[in-house]
């Protein structure tokens, strides 16, 4: 059922605030004029009830004015109860729905037209006093409402403004952890393909002169194949912590399982590791794994199979990482911006991990990509790579 708007309720709270006073008046014994002159100015006093919450001040300046008229020349006010509930709603509203200026208008407003009906037939000072004090009252009342409703809106203005921020916040950790899970699909995926899409030309160019080297090929395609898969089910969340077949994570330690897949691959590379290997932190060991890896696949791709060294420095602050391969004159500018993740993905991992990463052409035409990642990232920085 729908409900009554505001403006229907406030028509029919004056109507019958009217009826009632009206009633009072013909059913009780006072001094009164002409019956019809006594009910018109009486409507006059009761109906701008109706305007209460949306214009209060006018409404009330009309009550005030038809009051002090009846007053002086029909009846006194003062001997009916029910007009001043339509006096004391106005006073209500014009301290509840008005700013201060209009709000202390209304009171005065109030105030004045008491003490002018009180002095018009004088009786006493209780003639004024009482009638001035609970008009006060119901004043105050209506600013405290006020007060009060300003408070609840803007405790609901700053629940949405909270209520927004988390949302947005929700959807930056969201896309984050999107950029998180692309950089590791490429870089599970992008090496693996890589070997297999070298070791297949390979196997094809052979095949009909060198049967075994051919089948050797094909078993490293199918050995890079699994394992990717076998990393991919790992990042996917499918396999369970207690699968003994779960691969382990990237980290340093895999670095000569890394550089055999690539030698096997056929690319000469070879490592060299100087200082003492230490413990790293969980997110720079798998940053630091995933430039060799990135880097070694590079060289595959696009070197030509020119000779390539991998040099592992471990330091007191940092550990640094040195990729090199000496170059192909016949192929192209290498690409090292590119479009997809590749180092560009890889700057940003050492980056937010507080290290450097640089990448580019060497004067003898190789290719050359160095980084530092420092030994104690922030934590905070932790869940980037």
């Not at 969201?174 to 297949?200: F, G, K, T, W, Y």
């Not at 070694?296 to 990729?323: H, Q, W």
Request: proline share 5%; charged share 25%.
């Amino acid at each position: 059922m729908r409900r009554p708007s505001a403006r229907t309720v406030d028509a029919a709270i004056a109507g019958v605030l009217c009826a009632a006073a009206a009633l009072e008046l013909l059913t009780r014994s006072i001094d009164r004029g002409p019956a019809l002159f006594d009910l018109l100015a009486l409507a006059c006093f009761t109906l701008p009830v109706a305007w209460w919450r949306r214009d209060p001040v006018p409404a009330l300046a009309v009550t005030v004015a038809s009051g002090i008229v009846i007053q002086a020349t029909l009846f006194s006010v003062q001997d009916l109860s029910t007009p001043l509930g339509g006096l004391l709603l106005l006073t209500f509203g014009s301290a509840a729905y008005r700013e201060r200026r209009d709000a202390l208008i209304g009171l005065a407003l109030t105030v004045g037209a008491i003490v002018c009906v009180g002095l018009i037939r004088w009786t006493g000072v209780s003639n004024i006093t009482f009638p001035v004090v609970l008009p006060c009252l119901v004043w105050l009342a209506g600013r405290i409402a006020r007060n009060r409703a300003h408070v609840a809106g803007e405790l609901h203005e700053a629940a949405v403004r909270a209520r927004e921020a988390r949302d947005a916040e929700a959807e930056s950790a969201i896309a984050a952890e999107r950029r998180r899970i692309a950089r590791e699909m490429h870089d599970i995926v992008a090496p693996s393909v890589s070997v297999m899409v070298v070791q297949a030309g390979g196997a094809r160019r052979i095949l009909e002169h060198d049967p075994a080297r051919a089948s050797e090929a094909a078993a490293l395609i199918a050995v890079t194949g699994r394992q990717a898969a076998a990393e991919l089910r790992r990042l996917l969340g499918v396999l369970q912590v207690e699968d003994d077949h779960a691969p382990a994570e990237p980290t340093l330690a895999r670095i000569d399982a890394l550089v055999g897949r690539a030698r096997a691959a056929g690319l000469p590379v070879t490592l060299r590791v100087e200082g003492a290997p230490v413990p790293l932190p969980a997110a720079v060991d798998h940053a630091a794994y995933r430039v060799v890896q990135e880097a070694i696949t590079n060289a595959l791709k696009y070197a030509g199979g020119a000779p390539t060294m991998v040099d592992v420095s471990y330091g007191k602050d940092e550990v640094e990482l040195r990729v090199r391969d000496r170059g192909c004159d016949e192929l192209a500018e290498f690409p090292v911006g590119g479009a997809g993740h590749g180092l560009e993905g890889m700057r940003e991992r050492v980056r937010a991990l507080g290290g450097e990463l640089v990448a580019g052409r060497c004067d003898d035409g190789g290719f050359e990509v160095r980084a530092s990642l420092p030994l104690a990232a922030a934590p905070e920085l932790m869940e980037i790579a």
